[in-house]
Each structure stands twice: as structure tokens, then as C-alpha cells.
């Protein structure tokens, strides 16, 4: 079963609509509505792409960081989404905190507030 906060296989699409590479999303969320669609954030190793303020950062060394079944430190790009269809989403390999879901998303929330 899905859920917000899960770490999840996904290809995530290329800004150019090109098909990406297999890599990990975080699940924010499902949208209202009938349909299974859920909204998510790309999740990359390169993390010299962290932009403060703005992304997350999962250190090795965090206590959530074994839960999440990444490999190595890790940045939640939160400028990096998606709405997909949970059909096609391939498979969680596990999950963050709920404190960790909560600064992402008021991290985007924060964002899309201001003037």
C-alpha cells in the first residue's frame, strides 16, 4: 500500500519529457480525487544540487536514513516533481520520518507562499 513519506522506485521523466533513469522519489502525497495519483519529489546522490533553504538533505548518518532504503547520503529535490499515476510507480524501498515529510513539505508549502 502507498503512503506519503514512502521512498519509492520510479523513472522519473527528464525536463526535456525524455525518459529518465530508474531512480528514488519520496511520495508526498496523493491528490484528492478519484484517480491514484500522487505527488513526488526526485531524490538524487549528487547532493552538490542541494539548494538551501529548500531541498532536504538525508544524511548516512541520520536516524531515518536506515529506514529509507537509500545508499548512500542523499538530497530530496523539492523543485524537482512529479504527479503520476500509482500504477506505474514500481515499488517502495522504504521511508522517512514523519518529521522529515513534514519539513519537505512545508518546505514546498513555504515556497509557494510567498509574495
Known sequence: MKEAGQVIVFRFPQTDLEEGKLRPALLLGKLPGEYDDWLISMISSQ?????????????????????????????????????????????????????????????LSDWLSEK
Not at 538533505?57 to 504527479?83: H, M, P, Q, W, Y
Not at 522504504?94 to 515529510?101: F, K, N, T, W
Open 47 to 107: 547532493t552538490r544540487q542541494y539548494v538551501s533553504g529548500f531541498d532536504e538533505i538525508i544524511n548516512d548518518s541520520d536516524e531515518d536514513f536506515g529506514e529509507s532504503g537509500l545508499k548512500v547520503t542523499s538530497v530530496i529535490r523539492v523543485g524537482r516533481l512529479a504527479v503520476v499515476s500509482g500504477e506505474i510507480l514500481l515499488g517502495a524501498i522504504g521511508q522517512i520520518s514523519s518529521e522529515r515529510l513534514n519539513r519537505v513539505k512545508n518546505h
